[in-house]
């Protein structure tokens, strides 16, 4: 379903030195798959969650989803795919502040070029615990709430891989198992492949693969 | 959701910000709205208010100070001519040309209501001969009396007066009223007249003036000039002594003077005959002038320059509110690069993200330039009775102009302008460095 071949990323240092950040021979997640990704800090984690999302190019090598060569796409389609095809929860939620819950869930399929689900979106807050609180701002929601909205949010459009980068960092452990749990019981309902990347030895045991970038990323040493 | 929801959302979030900037676009096209409206007005009553007449006959003097002071009752008067003259335009050389002639003797003023009036001496001719003004189908509006009736030319002391003046000084049908010799308060009172009238409201100036049987007025201290000694006979009285049954005998028309006569003529080329006589014939005691065209000039000469300087300036007061957005959304820009990058992220190109800007800019200028369009009327509807009182216009919360229709397109390229560069910068937002993410 996604299959990573031969993907090269450097980034540039301030005196133009290039700078290699990762060189993934092969990486590969089947459809309905769930991986956590581990990994030292700055080994390039965000950078291979980037790279897959479309947001950052790469310089070299093959992505492919569903099919779809991503690294192929002009900018324009690489966005419409990425709106239609992945989920992305991010470390901190990143939800929109102005906007309420389900603003925050139509949001996501705002960009599909697709109608917008409203009830879809309702449906998916609802299942995860949010039916009371839709039309809520962030700001007035507890922090497990507000990532089950950022859940929500990513899985608006049924993507086919949901990105998921450090979801419970900024959450205290009491509610790292109930974020993880959501995760999972999401993408196992809507039958959504998922990439984690954690920190956390907890969470990634809990998980049947469990990839270190290190083994990975032939770039040696990478920060 | 829409783009226009997601623009309105972020203006939400930074509701003062949005608010004070959406305001001082307000008060720029509320002034704007203001000059245009007020403009138009303003023409179309200086327009409204010379109809019914080809020409205006008077003294020799300034052509635009003859329209000033017969029409819109402001100025001095010019220096009069002798009643022959107007004679001339009733049973003489110009009456074959002419429909109707109605002089006008000016001078004398009335005080009341805190503000000074003129008194026209006229005959009563001039509401039974002569419309003021014309409806849009071109039919002409005729004076119409609101309570009691036109004075008659045999009561000399008989007057009507218009629909402000006895609104502001509460004068009605049966009060007697005194003028003023001169056109100032300090003058010394005349005789008193009888109101027989009160006009209806004309919208003209008009309303803002007293008229007076000019037979009566004659008989006034310092109206009538003094007669011609006859050899060998002694020197007549200058006011004639009243009859037999002391009633008041009419001046005799050698002493009677007039400031002005309004001129109807019976087609246009009478007109051009009678400008043509009265200007560059032999006999050149008066001159005849075009009120429209004279209030032509005062348009092109003071009314348009002081319009065009006034509309410059609330230009440059919409450029600086349409500025103030440039100011407010781009200094936003920083704080909200993490949304727009969590919006790319979530599949927004980067096209979207500079339209939702644009978007924003946009909807702050109509927004604000819809507010100004209702404060610029609601401002015009309670200076209203102010305006009327001093300028004698009158203007209303449904005064549109068409030039307004032209500001809603003029406000969405405009804003369309400033909001390109904060655009442009969420355009070029570096989705990875905004959302904080590591390596």
């Known amino acids: 379903m996604l299959l990573l071949e031969d993907v090269s990323k450097a980034y540039r240092e301030p005196d133009g030195t290039p700078l290699p950040i990762l060189d993934v021979e092969r990486f590969q997640i089947d459809a309905g798959e769930q991986v956590v990704l581990r990994g030292r800090s700055g080994c390039g984690k965000t950078t291979l969650l980037n790279c897959i999302a479309g947001l950052t190019t790469v310089d070299r090598g093959q992505i492919t989803l569903r099919g779809t060569d991503v690294t192929g796409l002009p900018e324009v389609a690489r966005d419409r795919f990425r709106a239609r095809f992945i989920g992305y929860v991010f470390q901190t ?131 | 959701m829409s783009f226009w929801k997601i ?66 009752h402001l100025d001095k008067p010019l220096y009069p001519i002798p009643y022959s003259y107007y004679k001339r335009f009733v049973d003489g050389d110009l009456a074959p040309y002419t429909e109707v002639a109605i002089p006008y003797c000016l001078g004398d003023s009335f005080v009341g209501g805190g503000q000074v009036f003129r008194v026209v001496a006229t005959t009563p001719d001039l509401f039974e001969r002569l419309p003021y003004g014309a409806n849009e189908d071109g039919t002409e509006q005729n004076y119409e009396f609101a309570d009691g009736r036109n004075f008659k030319t045999e009561n000399f002391f008989e007057a009507v007066v218009g629909s402000r003046v006895a609104r502001k000084c509460g004068l009605k049908v049966g009060d007697l009223f005194e003028p003023t010799h001169g056109l100032g308060s300090a003058g010394d009172k ?40 006859v050899e060998g006979q002694p020197t007549p009285p200058t006011i004639p002594p009243p009859d037999e049954n002391g009633n008041p005998r009419p001046l005799p028309e050698a002493q009677r003077e007039v400031t002005s006569i309004l001129v109807r003529c019976k087609d246009s080329f009478g007109a051009q005959i009678l400008d043509t006589q009265i200007n560059k014939g032999k006999d050149r005691i008066a001159q005849a002038v075009a009120p429209r065209y004279q209030v032509q000039r005062l348009q092109d000469s003071f009314v348009k320059p002081v319009q065009m300087v006034l509309m410059v300036l609330t ?125």
């Open chain 2, 190 to 229: 005349h005789r008193q007249f009888k109101i027989v009238g009160v006009l209806k409201r004309t919208g003209t100036a008009n309303d803002r003036a007293l008229f007076a049987n000019m037979e009566g007025f004659y008989l006034l201290e310092g109206h009538a000039l003094t007669p011609e000694p």
């Open chain 2, 7 to 72: 623009a309105w959302r972020n203006m939400q979030q930074r509701a003062l910000a949005s608010s004070l900037t959406g305001l001082s676009m307000a008060l720029g096209v509320a002034l704007m709205i203001l000059v245009i409206v007020v403009y138009g007005v303003v023409v179309d009553q200086l327009e409204n208010d010379a109809q019914g007449y080809n020409l205006i006959v008077g003294g020799k003097g300034g052509s635009l100070q003859l329209v000033l002071n017969t029409v819109f």
């Open chain 1, 93 to 223: 939620f990143n939800l929109l502040q102005g906007f309420s819950a389900i603003e925050n869930v139509l949001l996501g399929m705002t960009f599909t070029g697709q109608r917008v689900d409203h009830d879809r979106a309702a449906t998916l807050l609802a299942d995860l615990g949010l039916g009371h609180r839709l039309t809520h701002k962030p700001a007035a929601l507890s922090v497990g709430e507000q990532q089950r909205v950022a859940v929500a949010r990513a899985l608006a459009n049924k993507p086919a891989l949901l990105l998921a980068d450090e979801p419970t960092a900024n959450v205290d452990s009491a509610h790292q198992q109930q974020v993880i749990d959501v995760l999972r019981e999401a993408c196992s309902r809507e039958e959504v492949a998922m990439l984690l990347v954690t920190h956390s030895p907890e969470v990634a045991d809990q998980f049947d693969r469990v990839e270190h970038l290190e083994d990975v990323n032939r770039v040696v040493g990478a920060v």
């Open chain 2, 315 to 439: 230009v440059l007061i919409v450029i600086v509110a349409g500025i103030s957005i440039l100011v407010s959304i781009y200094n936003s820009m920083a704080e909200r690069a993490h949304d727009i990058a969590v919006m790319r992220a979530l599949g927004a190109s980067r096209n979207a993200v500079m339209s939702i800007v644009l978007v924003e800019s946009i909807l702050l200028s109509l927004l604000g330039g819809l507010a100004g369009v209702l404060i610029g009327h609601t401002v015009l509807a309670l200076a209203a009775p102010v305006v009327e009182e001093h300028a004698g216009v009158a203007v209303s919360f449904w005064d549109f102009n068409w030039q307004e229709a032209l500001l809603v397109p003029g406000l969405v390229a405009f804003a369309s302008l400033v909001g390109f560069m904060p655009a442009m910068t969420a355009y070029r937002t570096d989705v990875g460095r905004a959302l904080g993410g590591g390596r």
